[in-house]
């Protein structure tokens, strides 16, 4: 059996229901899984040792702007032993506050990862152990990835240091 | 031959000490490298013995801003980053000059975004501005020579009342 016909068949049948979506877009396989669900999908996708994908790649997510649930957040993980690419998505439904859990207790890579994820997107990830903002300054009030926030900024949001005039 | 053999013998010259002075100041500018970005390449290239800016006496490139008297910001300055740009620029003892190089530095340049300060004339008292990006090293001697011209029509009362160490760090 090819690798990528492995992992759709035992993800269907370890989690049957709870796979929103397996789509195959140019050799690129990526799957929805429910939120809920996703921390323990994420640990079967490492423990099995035939799936073996050890390495977390980034971790990101997509502002829906206009849809109900509008965030998503994208996992790209990669297994070494098989050369092979996975994308996993999944879409909280909380669109206020977004929340889900982390999955620095299965790859340690996902850390600074969801740290720029937090930053930019403002998705809150539970039991992350140090969810600090990356690029932005710690008091700044808004998440600049958002489709909401202007491509300038808000002005004032940012201090600068005071010029004396002379 | 120059002015020196004509006046071999008790010659001497009558001038004003402002104009020495400003002489002395203009002809070795220390400056503070403050390469943030890709235009650092372009100044370490104006240093360099083809370009050579030395022969403008301001080769001493000083890695402290307490041995400075100009600032050349070379490179994007972010939000964050103009804090520590301003700090350095505290640190220069006075009179002390600032050179905006390039794009990025002048106006913000091709970031025309939400990170980057658009001109660090919101927060320095510039000088003298350079296009480019990166400008060429010629550029920035010419903002060098540009410079040295402002400086030559200084006078020493116009530093007069201004601290010689201007730390205003409370903020920061």
């Known amino acids: ?166 | 031959m120059g002015l020196e053999a004509k006046l071999a013998s008790d010659g001497f010259l009558t001038t004003k000490l402002d104009a020495v002075i400003a002489w002395c100041r203009k002809n070795s500018l220390w400056p503070m490298p403050m390469g943030i970005s890709c235009c650092a390449i372009e100044m370490m290239s104006a240093v360099d013995p083809k370009y050579d800016m030395s022969r403008f006496g301001s080769e001493v490139m000083r890695f402290t801003p307490r041995q400075c008297d100009l600032i050349i910001v070379a490179g994007t300055v972010t939000y964050k980053m103009a804090h520590v740009v301003r700090r350095i620029y505290d640190q220069m003892p006075s009179p002390k000059w600032v050179i905006a190089m390039g794009a990025c530095t002048s106006s913000g340049g091709m970031y025309r975004s939400y990170p980057v300060v658009q001109g660090i004339d919101q927060f320095l008292p510039v000088d003298v501005y350079t296009a480019g990006c990166p400008p060429r090293p010629e550029n920035l001697l010419n903002a060098l020579l540009e410079l040295q011209k402002k400086i030559e029509g200084t006078r020493a009362r116009d530093f007069q009342n201004k601290p010689l160490l201007d730390l205003n760090l409370s903020k920061n």
């Open chain 1, 1 to 166: 059996m090819e690798f990528r016909e492995l992992v759709t068949t035992k993800t269907k049948e370890k989690f049957g229901s709870d796979v929103v979506d397996i789509t195959n877009f140019r050799d690129d396989l990526s799957i929805e899984i429910k939120p809920e669900r996703l921390l323990s999908f994420c640990k079967f996708l490492k423990e099995d040792s035939e799936l073996d994908f050890a390495m977390c790649v980034d971790v990101t997510a997509i502002d829906w702007a206009k849809r109900k649930n509008r965030f998503t957040t994208v996992y790209h993980i990669y297994s070494l032993t098989n050369n092979f690419n996975l994308r996993i998505k999944s879409t909280i439904e909380d669109a206020k506050n977004p929340e889900i859990d982390s999955v620095t207790s299965v790859w340690k890579s996902a850390d600074w990862y969801e740290r720029e994820t937090w930053d930019m997107y403002g998705i809150k990830f539970k039991n992350h152990p140090d969810l600090r903002r990356m690029y932005m300054p710690e008091t700044f009030e808004y998440y600049p990835l958002r489709k909401d926030f202007p491509v300038m900024g808000i002005p004032g949001s940012l201090p600068l240091p005071k010029k004396e005039e002379d």
